[in-house]
RNA sequence: UCCUCGGUGGCUCAGUUGGUUAGAGCGGGUGACUGUUAAUCACUAGGUCGUAGGUUCGAGUCCUACCCGAGGAGCCA
């Protein structure tokens, strides 16, 4: 278990001419012993709240912690009364003796001395005591963080982030940060946002009718980007291991629970490699950041794996503790057809594998995580590795169980005329790449890299199944309310 | 975008072969209660049934269109 050491962002406060630190609730419960029977401080907003005539519960939370922290209010209050009216979500600052019980539901609790009432929020608050639907929850996206799963969920986005950060930056990976705003649509990897400042009411056409983009902000038509990868393998033959992670944009009208308009994507690209090396890599990075899970939020994977999905630890575990397979796409093919499966769509030799065939995969017949490689050149990007074969390139999909495809990558073709070959026969416009394809003419090197769905990292770490709840406030196809 | 299912008080749901004043639990309000943990008990307010149209003596209940949501599919991360 890694060291959790007490936050250093302590702060204080005067209050009543008193100076007082401020505990956090997650400081309370790690370090309960130094705190027993001590004056603390806290604050928050009230989870749930019960008097009766001469003393009453709060449970409040602080953010801080998935746990709450009990606090005891009784009639020597001399705003007692006031107190028991709240409603929940009212803001609280509180001071008290840290109490220890040992035979009691929760660890310790707070017996108030003092209850100042911050902001008094309002019966209509629509967050009950009780279970709610994730669907109710997400036309409420702005008030979801303060409910145990959503607060949960997103800590861990934000623990997740910075493992990311931390696995690469501890192997000697550059952070760069490719633009949001790109400038064409070379990315090829789907429906694209525009970007414009031209006002769609005017005709801003030439005298083809075409529209006009030497009038737009830009000069040019600009749109956000797909993919940061085009200009991240830039960055790669300078620094040799470098990574994107930033926000990602698709125009596409998918309604799935595991698509968004807007997510994050991380993308690493190591130069002097190849596919290997690549799945080494993405193995490494998924085993890592599944045991800092673990080791960081552990109230929070019990909490999932308890209310969310029951086998959750379990296949964590396992994963962590086996390798993953790597078989070819040919060899996937083989295993479907043997497999006596009844698949609504047959599997041919050529055409892109189906949900149900991944599934089957990952969830029926490997059981866990598998690389799937060597795609059809037909039905993969134009700048993966062109495989001696004549008929694959050196494509990689990590598909784990209940997720389905967490990672795409490959190796890149670093050979400048086979790149210009391929870009030709799948016809498009070789102007559009001239500073892509420079990275192959100015001392090209086998380099490969794949992208990471952070959502879908989110959504398996988590056992959450649907992408709308793990990203704060999700943009799908005629959602963006908030 | 396609297929399937659904849309009843703040939330979660029930509502019989279309028939008279649409029900419950939770939540809200009021009161009671010395230890609660989704507390408990009593009383109380609150809906015209996604929207628009149609069939019918009569529609939450049947039909049509549209909107929204969920699950699955395609696109992929």
Not at 358 to 384: G, N, S
Request: glycine letters at 6%; one cysteine or more.
């Amino acid at each position: 278990m890694r060291n959790l050491s007490l936050c250093k962002s302590e702060f204080s406060k005067k209050i009543n001419g008193v100076k007082m630190t401020t505990q956090t609730i997650k400081q309370l419960y790690r370090n309960t012993d130094s705190f027993a029977d001590k004056e603390v401080k806290v604050n928050g907003w009230i989870r749930t709240i019960r008097g009766s005539k001469a003393f009453g519960f709060i449970e409040l939370s602080d953010g801080s912690f998935f746990k709450n922290i009990q606090i005891v209010y009784e009639n020597n209050l001399n705003n007692f009364e006031e107190i028991k009216k709240l409603p929940i979500s009212s803001s609280l600052e509180i001071e008290g003796v840290l109490v220890v019980t040992p035979n009691a539901k929760q660890p310790f609790e707070i017996k108030a001395t003092n209850v100042k009432i911050v902001g008094v929020s309002n019966s209509d608050f629509p967050l009950q005591k009780k279970r709610h639907t994730f669907e109710y929850l997400r036309t409420i996206a702005h008030l979801r963080p303060r409910t145990n799963t959503y607060s949960a969920v997103f800590r861990m986005r934000s623990v997740m982030a910075y493992a990311i950060h931390r696995f690469f930056q501890e192997k000697d990976f550059v952070y760069v940060h490719t633009p949001i705003v790109t400038g064409s649509d070379c990315e090829g990897a789907g429906e694209m946002f525009r970007v414009t400042t031209l006002d769609p009411a005017k005709a801003n056409v030439d005298e083809n009718g075409d529209i006009n983009y030497k009038e737009d902000f830009f000069g040019r038509e600009t749109n956000l980007t797909v993919s940061g990868q085009l200009s991240v393998e830039n960055f790669c033959m300078a620094y040799n291991k470098v990574y994107t992670f930033g926000p990602t944009f698709r125009a596409e009208n998918s309604n799935t629970a595991r698509h968004a308009s807007e997510f994050w994507m991380i993308e690493p690209e190591i130069a002097f490699a190849d596919l290997s090396d690549d799945m080494d890599l993405t193995e490494e990075m998924m085993k890592y950041l599944l045991q800092y899970a673990l080791d960081e939020l552990p109230e929070e994977m019990e909490f999932f794996n308890k209310f969310i999905d029951k086998g959750l630890l379990e296949r964590i575990n396992n994963v962590i503790n086996s390798d993953f397979a790597r078989i070819t796409y040919t060899e996937a093919v083989e295993i479907l057809e043997k497999s006596g499966e009844k698949f609504e769509f047959p599997t041919v030799w050529g055409s892109d594998l189906q949900t149900e065939h991944e599934r089957f995969l990952t969830e029926k017949h490997f059981k866990k995580p598998v690389f799937v490689t060597d795609y059809p050149k037909d039905i993969k990007a134009f700048y993966m590795k062109q495989n001696d074969d004549g008929k694959t390139v050196a494509a990689m999909d990590l598909l784990v169980p209940g997720v389905g495809e967490i990672v795409g990558g490959s190796q890149r073709e670093e050979i400048q005329d086979k790149l210009e070959a391929r870009i030709k026969e799948m016809d498009l416009d070789i102007k559009d790449y001239w500073w892509y394809l420079d990275t192959r003419k100015y001392g090209t090197v086998p380099h490969a890299g794949f992208g990471l769905g952070f959502e879908r990292l989110i959504m398996y770490v988590t056992g959450m199944s649907n992408i709308r709840d793990v990203i704060p406030f999700p943009r799908t196809p005629k959602n963006a309310e908030f």
